[in-house]
DNA sequence: CTAAGCACTCGCCACCCGACAGTGCTAACC
DNA sequence: GGTTAGCACTGTCGGGTGGCGAGTGCTTAG
C-alpha cells in the first residue's frame, strides 16, 4: 500500500513539522524538498497516509500532522540514529571527566543529557542488586544512635542511622562490624544478605541480653538497608525546557509536571523501556496517563552486572535522530565511567 | 497619615486580592469586611494608599492591588504568623518520623514544605562548617583508585574517588586511615583540615617515592573534600506548582523554573534571608534577576553548628501567614530532628 | 469627615468579516 | 493508471466594532 514515495513523503512531513512546529501542506512539502511531483499528487499521497492512520489534519483547512503510528513508522524505518559531531562528543567528555563521585556523576549526566536534547532528562542511579559489597562501616553517633554506611563497588554509599539501646561493650560495634564485612565482603548485595541473616541469628544466641538486642537491630537494619536499595532512586532536570516555546504542553504543563515529579512515575518511564538497547516509546505507547502528548527516549547503560537507565522525556513531536543519538552517546560515554574504564570519546 | 481605617483597608484588600486573585474594588470591600463605612469613603482612603504606594491598579477602571510596599507593611504589622492546625502538626510529625537517613530527611522536609504551602520548597542541606569529623574510610577500589568517605556527626556523608599510583605495600591504606582518624577525630572541619595538612607534609617526608605520593594524593584529595562541602547543596519540589491556576506567571514561567534550577540562585535566595529567624523577601527586594515576581519565605533551622536554612517560593501574592506559619514549623521540627533530638509534636 | 450621586474610563467579550491556507473532487492529460 | 490543473469549499486567524459592566474620581451635601 505504502510505495516509496508515499513513505519519503512521510518522512518529509515529519521532518518538517518537528522542523517548524506547524502542520504541513503539500505546496509546501513540494517546495521544500524536491519530490519531482506536483502537490496534487502529493495530496492524493497524503489522503492515504491519512486513512492509513500514519498522519491527521487538527483542522479540515489545514496541513497535516503526524500520528503516533506515524512517528512510529518514521523512527522505525525512516530515520537513522544521528551520530554526535566530534565537538559534542569532546563537550560530553570534558563535562563529564570532572566528575569526582556517584553522585556528582549522575548529577553531571542528566544536566548534560537534559542540555543536549534541550528536553527534560531522567537518569536512573546504578543498580545495586548486581553491586558488590566492599566495606560496612559502624559508628557510634550518640548513645543509642549508630550510623551504619555500606559502600558498594559500583561508588555508591548508603546510609543510615538506627537507634539501638544503649551500647554496653565498648567492643561491640568494631566486634560487630568487623564480623559482618567478613561476611559480606566481596559478595553480591542478595548474596551478602543471606549471609547476614545467618550470622544474626548464630550472634543472636551466643551473647547477652542488651548486646544480643543491638546486634538484632544493626542486623535487621542492615538487612532493610540492603532490600531498601533495590527502589532505585531517579533524579531529574531540564524541567524549564517544558516551556520552551513550540511545545504546546500549555494546558497538560501541569499534570506533566506533577508526573514528573513523582519517583514512581520516573522508575515507571523508564522501566517501560524492555529493549535491551536504545529504546523509544511514542504518545499513548506509554502507560502513564497524563503523558500521552510525550515520547520517551531511554536507554539502558552499564555493563554487566552494573546496568540501569537513563533518558529523556520530550513532546511526541521531537527530533528523533538527534534525540537518540545524543541519548546513545551519553549512556555509552557514562556506561564505561562508571565500570571503571577510562572511556575514549 | 494612615490611621486605623486605612490600615484595616490595606488589610482587607490583601486578604481578598490574595483569596480571589482578583483586583478588589471599594464596593466588594466593605460587602466582605463589615468595615462601618461606605464605599465612597473606602475610594478615598484608597486615594491615600495608593498616593503613598502601597497599592495600585493594574488599569483604570479596576480595583486595586497591592504593591510590593503594601505586601510589606501587611508582613510587618498587619498579619500574624499562623500557627498550624494540630492536623498539621500532625502530618509533619509522622511524615517526618520515618526518615532513616540524612538525605531521607531533607527529601521528606522539602515535599512536606512543598505539600503545606502549595508551593515551591527549597531546603539546604545542613551546614558542614560546624560539623565535627566523625570518621573517614579509605577503600581500594581497583588498582589505582581509592574510594574515600568522610562522615560527620551531621549524619552527612561525602565520598570521593581518587586516581593514585597504584599501591604498593598492602597496610599503606589501612595505616594512612588509622593515622587520619587519630588526627581528625573529633574535631571541627576546619580544625580537621589543618591538622590534615600538618600530617600531610610530615608524612611525606617520612616514605618512600611511591608511598608518599598516594599520601600526597589522598591528603590533597581529604582537603579538596573538607573544603568542597562547604559549597552546600540545596534541593528543591514542588514546581508543579508553580503551573497551578491562579499564578500569572503564564509568561514569565520559563524565566522562573529555569532560575530554580539553579543551585547558585536557590543558594542566594536562601542566603538572602539575612534574619535570624523567619525571613520574608517579597517581590523585587529580591536581588535574583528574573525573580521579581516571587516572594521567599525561608527560615534558618538547627541549633548551634549545625545551621542551615528552608524556605518556599511563591508569587508575591501569596497567602503570608499560613506560609510563615507552615515555614516556622518545618524549620522548627526538622532543626530539633537532626539535632539528634526527639521532637515533640 | 462621611456619604450620595453621577459622569467617565477602560478592559472584556461577543460578534462579524475578510484574508488565507489547504483541502477534496473532478476532469483532462501522458 | 498514475499524474496534474483547476476550482469550489471549509475552517482558522486577525483585526475591527459595539455593548456591557465594574470601578473610579469628583462634586456636593449632610
Redesign the pocket.
Known amino acids: 500500500m505504502l510505495d516509496d514515495?508515499k513513505l519519503a513523503v512521510l518522512r518529509a512531513i515529519v521532518r518538517d513539522y518537528v522542523a517548524t512546529e506547524?502542520?504541513?501542506?503539500?505546496?509546501?512539502?513540494v517546495d521544500r524538498h524536491n519530490l519531482?511531483?506536483?502537490?496534487?499528487?502529493?495530496?492524493?499521497?497524503?489522503?492515504v497516509l491519512?486513512e492509513e492512520g500514519y498522519i491527521a489534519?487538527?483542522?479540515?483547512?489545514?496541513?497535516?500532522i503526524p500520528t503516533d503510528k506515524g512517528y512510529r513508522l518514521f523512527v522505525d524505518r525512516l530515520s537513522e540514529v544521528r551520530a554526535l559531531s566530534p565537538a559534542e562528543r569532546r563537550a560530553i567528555q570534558q563535562f563529564m571527566d570532572n566528575a569526582v563521585n556517584l553522585d556528582d556523576v549522575v548529577d553531571r549526566t542528566v544536566r548534560l543529557l537534559s542540555q543536549l536534547t534541550r528536553q527534560v532528562a531522567v537518569v536512573q542511579y546504578p543498580s545495586l542488586s548486581g553491586a558488590t559489597v566492599r566495606h560496612l562501616e559502624l559508628l557510634n553517633m550518640a548513645p543509642g544512635r549508630v550510623m551504619m554506611v555500606l559502600i558498594t563497588d559500583t561508588g555508591r554509599v548508603e546510609q543510615r542511622v538506627v537507634e539501638v539501646p544503649v551500647v554496653t561493650s565498648d567492643d561491640l560495634l568494631p566486634d560487630l562490624r568487623a564480623r559482618l564485612n567478613a561476611v559480606m565482603d566481596g559478595k553480591r548485595l542478595t548474596a551478602a544478605d543471606q549471609a547476614v541473616a545467618a550470622l544474626g541469628t548464630q550472634f543472636r544466641v551466643v551473647d547477652p541480653v542488651v548486646d544480643g538486642a543491638v546486634v538484632a537491630r544493626v542486623v535487621d537494619a542492615l538487612r532493610e538497608m540492603i532490600d531498601e536499595s533495590r527502589d532505585q532512586r531517579v533524579v531529574m532536570a531540564g524541567a524549564a525546557n517544558l516551556t520552551r516555546a513550540g511545545h504546546d504542553f500549555s494546558d497538560s504543563l501541569h499534570v506533566v509536571l506533577e508526573a514528573l515529579e513523582e519517583q514512581v512515575v520516573l522508575m515507571r518511564l523508564l522501566g517501560e523501556a524492555a529493549t535491551p538497547d536504545l529504546s523509544v516509546r511514542i504518545g499513548h505507547e506509554t502507560t502513564v496517563a497524563g503523558l500521552a502528548g510525550t515520547s520517551v527516549v531511554a536507554s539502558t547503560y552499564g555493563r554487566g552486572e552494573v546496568v540501569s537507565r537513563l533518558g529523556v522525556i520530550g513532546p511526541t513531536r521531537m527530533d528523533y535522530p538527534g534525540t537518540m543519538g545524543a541519548v546513545r552517546a551519553v549512556a555509552r560515554y557514562v556506561g564505561q565511567l562508571i565500570s571503571g574504564e577510562s572511556p575514549g570519546a
Open positions: 514515495r506547524e502542520p504541513v501542506g503539500s505546496k509546501t512539502l519531482g511531483v506536483s502537490p496534487a499528487t502529493i495530496r492524493n499521497d497524503m489522503a491519512e489534519q487538527p483542522h479540515t483547512s489545514a496541513g497535516r
